[in-house]
Every structure is written in structure tokens, then in C-alpha cells.
């Protein structure tokens, strides 16, 4: 997953992260007053955050995290300390 912020649920993780998945259903446009905040080749809207409020929304799975997938407990810990 290619994150494209830095600040609030991504903080302190690099550009290229690792987040467990699994599609069935995808975002195909973004809400109004949204902005893309992830991508992958899976699915263009990964995340998406309000550009004004503190709503986001994520195409992954955070709570499962493990060895291969670490940066789930990081967005959840970092969405929990806003």
C-alpha cells in the first residue's frame, strides 16, 4: 500500500506500507470534500480522509495485523491518540 500522507492515521510510517487486505467491495469515488490518503494497483481509494474534519475511512484491514502485515497497529494506535 503506498500512503500519501504522512500526518494523523499515517503518522511516523513510510511511504510504502504493508496492511492486510482483502477485497470484495471497493470505494470507486471519493465523497465530496475527501481526499485520497493510500493506494494500491488492488484498489486506487485505499483510505480517505475529510479535508476538514476529523472522518476517515480505510479499504484495509488495521485490526489484523501480524509479523507480515506490522503497520495495521500503528494507524489504529496513531486513529486512537488523535
Known amino acids: 500500500l503506498n500512503q ?3 500526518q494523523s492515521i499515517f503518522g511516523g510510517l513510510p ?4 496492511v ?3 477485497h470484495c467491495d471497493e470505494v470507486k469515488e471519493l465523497p465530496l470534500d475527501f481526499a ?3 493506494t494500491n494497483e488492488v484498489s486506487p481509494i485505499q483510505a ?3 479535508i476538514s474534519r476529523p472522518l476517515f475511512g480505510v479499504q ?3 485490526e ?3 509479523a507480515e502485515h ?3 497497529r500503528i494507524i489504529l494506535e496513531n486513529f486512537l491518540n488523535l
Open 70 to 72: 506490522p503497520h495495521g
Open 36 to 38: 485520497r490518503t493510500a
Open 48 to 50: 480517505m480522509q475529510h
Open 60 to 62: 484495509f484491514h488495521p
Open 4 to 6: 500519501k500522507t504522512e
Open 15 to 18: 511511504k510504502e506500507i504493508t
Open 64 to 66: 489484523l495485523f501480524d
Open 20 to 22: 492486510w487486505e482483502s
